[in-house]
C-alpha cells in the first residue's frame, strides 16, 4: 500500500469551479505540505499545516489528523490555476500529484 | 533575498560520464533536501543532508551516485557513470530547520540529459 494517495489524479475543470483535491496518508506526521508545480517544471510551497484549516487567497488546506487526510480546494478556478498540486506528509514522502487543467 | 539556486539548470552527458549538480540553499537554512523527477513521473526524494552530515540517504541509489554539503559552499549531488536511465530532473530544496515543521523552498531544478 502507498504511503500517499492522491485523487483524482486527473482533473479537468471549467473557469470559475470549485476544486477539491484530496491526499490520504499512513505514515505518523507532524507538519503536511501542500506543493505546486507549473508546466515549466517550478516548485513552490503552498501551505504547510499541523492541524484545521490555512487560507491563502482562493486556496484553502484542510487537515484531519485523526482521518489522516488532507484536501486542498480552489474557489473560483482559473486557467492560471492549472498545475500538478502535491501533497507531502513528511519531507520524505510525496504524492504522485494531481494535474489540474482549468479551461477557460 | 536569494532563493534557493541550482546550478546548471541544464546538462548533457554522454554515457560513463559524471555530473555534478549544484545547490546553494537559501540564506541561513542548512538543511538540504535532493528529490529526482523522471519523465511523466511524481517527486522522489533521494537525500537529506545538514551541512558535514548526511541524514538521510534511504532513497539515493547504492551505486555511483553521492551527495555532500560541506561546511563551505554549495551543496553537490554526484553522479558517477551516468547511464541514460539517470535523465531527469533534479531538485533542490531548503529548509530552515530539521524535521517536517520547516518550510521547503525549492530551486528551479536541473535537467540532466544523457545521450
Redesign the interface.
Known sequence: KNEVEQSPQNLTAQEGEFITINCSYSVG?????W?Q?HPG?????LF?L?SGKKKHGRLIATINIQEKHSSLHITASHPRDSAVY?C?P????????TKLTVNP | NAGVMQNPRHLVRRRGQEARLRCSPMKGHSHVYWYRQLPEEGLKFMVYLQKENIIDESGMPKERFSAEFPKEGPSILRIQQVVRGDSAAYFCASSPWRGDTGELFFGEGSRLTVL
Not at chain 1, 90 to 97: A, I, Q, S
Open positions: 506526521i507532524s507538519a503536511l505540505h506543493l508545480q517544471g517550478g516548485i513552490v510551497s504547510m499541523s502535491i507531502a513528511k519531507k520524505l514522502v510525496f504524492g504522485k500529484g
